[in-house]
């Protein structure tokens, strides 16, 4: 099983719409869950970090389900610029290092 | 804004050529990592450097792999000699203290080896 599996889209969806990636993780000891944004040839980048009572910010919501190794992102009235690709991240403990592990990415295309 | 600074943006060498990819970390951070990324492809781990040495590091940073900070603000990560495979786009990546998850990344190195 992968570290962390995403499915890898592309999810092409118009303006206005609301659209859900998954996420599932293999180390149950894993820590820490983030989703990161990258766009085209771009650096990815922190959009949130995931929390076990979940968490919104603005159109985003992102939950974790610790039991069942999986976290979601919902994205709602979906913009032109939300196009990206979504990168769920997982964070274990190690010596000094924690580091993140990155899903494939799941890609989105917002249309008009 | 502090950031991550990488050069060069894109270097192009020719296989068996050693390569040295350079990276200015954000100045107070204290962990620092190299990330790469096929074309078309899930980003990468490397390596993660703190307190002047590695912490961890994957399978792909084999011998022909290694880093450095030389000086107190770089951070270099040097591919001994190249091959086909390792052209990709090399991020480096720091962290300050505490359990956040955060990296800032820097825009990137793409090395293409021909």
């Known amino acids: 099983r992968k570290e962390v599996e995403q499915d890898p889209g592309p999810f092409n969806v118009p303006e206005g719409a609301t659209v859900a990636f998954n996420c599932t993780y293999s180390n149950s000891a894993s820590q820490s869950f983030f989703w990161y944004r990258q766009d085209c040839r771009k650096e990815p980048k922190l959009l949130m970090s995931?929390?076990?009572s979940g968490n919104e910010d603005g159109r985003f919501t992102a939950q974790l389900n610790r039991a069942s190794q999986y976290i979601s992102l919902l994205i709602r009235d979906s913009k032109l610029s939300d196009s990206a690709t979504y990168l769920c991240v997982v964070m274990g403990v190690t010596g000094g290092g924690n580091k993140l592990t990155f899903g494939t990415g799941t890609q989105l295309k917002v249309e008009l | 804004e502090p950031e991550v600074t990488q050069t060069p943006s894109h270097q192009v060498t020719q296989m068996g050529q050693e390569v040295i990819l350079r990276c200015v970390p954000i100045?107070?951070?204290?962990?620092f990592y190299w990330y790469r990324q096929i074309l078309g492809q899930k980003v990468e781990f490397l390596v993660s450097?703190?307190?002047?040495?590695?912490?961890?590091k994957s399978e792909i940073f084999d011998d022909q792999f290694s880093v450095e900070r030389p000086d107190g603000s770089n951070f270099t990560l040097k591919i001994r000699s190249t091959k086909l495979e390792d052209s990709a786009m090399y991020f480096c990546a720091s962290r300050g203290s505490g359990n956040t998850g955060e990296l800032f990344f820097g825009e990137g190195s793409r090395l293409t080896v021909l």
């Open positions: 995931v929390y076990s």
């Open positions: 100045s107070n951070h204290l962990y």
């Open positions: 450097f703190y307190n002047n040495e590695i912490s961890e």
